[in-house]
């Protein structure tokens, strides 16, 4: 009787256990939500401009490379690659076994056969395609530049060539051959981007104009396929089961809602209606205390002095110069969580895969110098034959203390001939002012909106309408478009710090200090990860368990 209930309780344990393993919540297949700060303006790869936009894209297709967690380039729809000797030549691979995904409203699209007729493999026609829709003149994409390294790019891009003229060939349906002008240090980083997705030519024909605009008009290849679309409210992605990568896809779902305000997305994270949210340095303090809260750190901003060199009373190199000359960093209390500027690019960009600043050093600032500073400001008024000049200065309320002490010291050295007054306004309308021009000097973050060194300076150049400085020199240009050229990384770096010195001994900028952006994880969520300077955000490891 005994040995009957011993093996009984035994083989109770045993269910027990059995049970308890297979009931174990492993944190796949779950549906994930996530704050974005727009509706996505367009889904074309080829032309995105906006941050949720590229958000999209970047989950929802494959390039021939991706950025694992780390920031190291790892295969995308290229399983491997080779480069010739010289730099110039790269010969990718595809995997024969990646497809687009297909879904119930292409019929309209393609025809009610379209499962039967429609070619789903990912080929290298599909990337021939792409980067010469981003250099047609007629896609007018802002982003074609950052693709100018490619053989005959610029050229094509500025209607000189043909598209077929472009250093991008296919050998078959598996081998794609890019040729570069020049080798580049950034090359396979600018592979990842929105822009260098693949585009099927046969589908972005039969959207006659309408590609990327809605669910129907978006054929995906990447982890997640485009399921819902609902403007101005938001964007549900669902795992694309047809996607064949380096990594399973985890999550089943992932919900962009549209949600601009702080607070309400810091309450969401805490309660887990988000899976993650990017937070502010004053949010990520609050959170630090909250140990189920992981947040990772961005140093991906710098505050600076920023001149609007398009303004009458600031085109005068002089000027700009003498109002940098009279800036004595010892009156600034700095915000907490801050550290001094080493530089205008932020800290958290990169030269290939190493850091820029480490890389490359402090960059050359303009120093405090009160005499260099009278100097200057009696040479601007002379050659504008003005006895005086007024410029207002804006700046958000935590800065007003700090701008005013320092104010006290610019009416100590000009005395009346330099006239600044401070314009105190919301954090929103000193980004708004300085993104559309409408101030004079402000004091304000500049953000690494792409991981990239050279990215961020490109976005700077004459030409470029990320040019919050209005600054045209025909020598910054060129300096940036040389990167563009250059292949090892060290010499990468130094043209990088050769070009942002320009801009600060140009009297174009004046960084103060750096401060960071974080990246939140609500409780029990692993796996989600932005690229190194926080810009997009990947879900496909993501887990959450229950």
Not at 92 to 109: C, E, N, P, V, Y
Not at 323 to 336: E, L, S, W
Not at 374 to 390: H, M, P, R, V
Request: charged share 20%; with cysteine; glycine share 6%.
């Amino acid at each position: 009787m005994k040995k009957q209930i011993s093996l009984a309780l035994s083989l109770v344990l045993i269910l027990s256990i059995l049970f308890s393993s297979c009931s174990r919540d492993n944190g796949t297949d779950k549906d994930l939500t996530y704050p974005i700060d727009s509706d996505p303006a367009c889904l074309d790869p080829q032309i995105a401009s906006n941050n949720a936009s590229k958000l999209i894209i970047n989950n929802c297709f494959e390039g021939l490379v991706r950025i694992d967690k780390n920031g190291k380039i790892i295969p995308g729809v290229a399983e491997s690659w080779t480069v010739s000797p010289d730099g110039l030549n790269y010969t990718f691979t595809l995997r024969q076994d990646t497809s687009w995904h297909l879904i119930k409203g292409f019929a309209k699209i393609l025809g009610e056969d379209y499962k039967e007729s429609f070619d789903t493999r990912v080929t290298a026609k599909d990337f021939v395609f792409a980067f010469q829709r981003v250099l047609s003149p007629v896609t007018k994409s802002q982003s074609a530049v950052s693709i100018y390294m490619i053989k005959n790019a610029e050229r094509v891009n500025k209607g000189a060539l043909s598209a077929d003229k472009l250093g991008v060939r296919a050998e078959g349906d598996f081998t794609l051959i890019v040729t570069l002008a020049n080798k580049n240090a950034d090359f396979l980083y600018t592979l990842t981007k929105a822009a260098c997705m693949p585009c099927n030519e046969v589908f972005f024909n039969a959207t006659k104009g309408k590609y990327g605009l809605d669910v129907e008009y978006l054929l995906c290849n990447g982890p997640f396929y485009l399921s819902r679309w609902n403007q101005d409210s938001s964007v549900l992605m669902r795992r694309n089961d047809d996607y064949k990568g380096e990594s399973a896809v985890l999550p089943h779902s992932v919900n962009l809602t549209v949600n601009t305000d702080e607070a309400s997305r810091l309450t969401k994270l805490k309660d887990g209606t988000y899976s993650a949210s990017p937070v502010s340095q004053l949010s990520a303090s609050q959170l630090k205390s909250n140990k189920d809260i992981t947040l990772t750190e961005y140093r991906n901003i710098t505050w600076v002095f920023s001149f609007n060199c398009s303004r009458n009373e600031l085109d005068s190199l002089y000027i700009r110069l003498a109002v940098c000359y009279a800036i004595d960093k010892a009156v600034f209390d700095a915000p907490q969580d801050t550290s001094p500027a080493k530089g205008l690019i932020p800290e958290s960009c990169k030269v290939g895969d190493e850091n820029y600043r480490t890389l490359s050093g402090k960059a050359d600032f303009v120093r405090y110098d009160i005499a260099k500073a009278k100097e200057y400001l009696a040479k601007g008024l002379e050659k504008k034959g003005l006895d005086s000049i007024d410029v207002s200065l804006i700046c958000i309320s935590e800065h007003e203390t700090m701008m005013r002490k320092l104010l006290q010291k610019w009416q100590q050295i000009f005395g009346l001939g330099l006239n600044i007054s401070i314009e105190v306004v919301e954090k929103a309308e000193l980004l708004g002012r300085v993104g559309s021009g409408n101030y004079q000097i402000a004091f304000a973050p500049v953000y690494a909106s792409d991981s990239s060194a050279i990215a961020f300076l490109q976005n700077l150049t004459s030409v470029s309408s990320g040019n919050i400085f209005n600054y045209k020199s025909s020598t910054f240009d060129a300096i940036v478009k040389k990167l563009s050229s250059v292949g090892d990384i060290g010499q990468a770096a130094t043209g990088c710090r050769q070009a942002e010195s320009h801009l600060m001994q140009n009297g174009v900028v004046f960084p103060v200090f750096s401060q960071s952006n974080f990246f939140a994880l609500a409780e029990n969520v692993s796996g989600i990860y932005t690229h190194p300077s926080g810009e997009n955000v990947c879900f496909i490891k993501a887990l959450r368990v229950e």
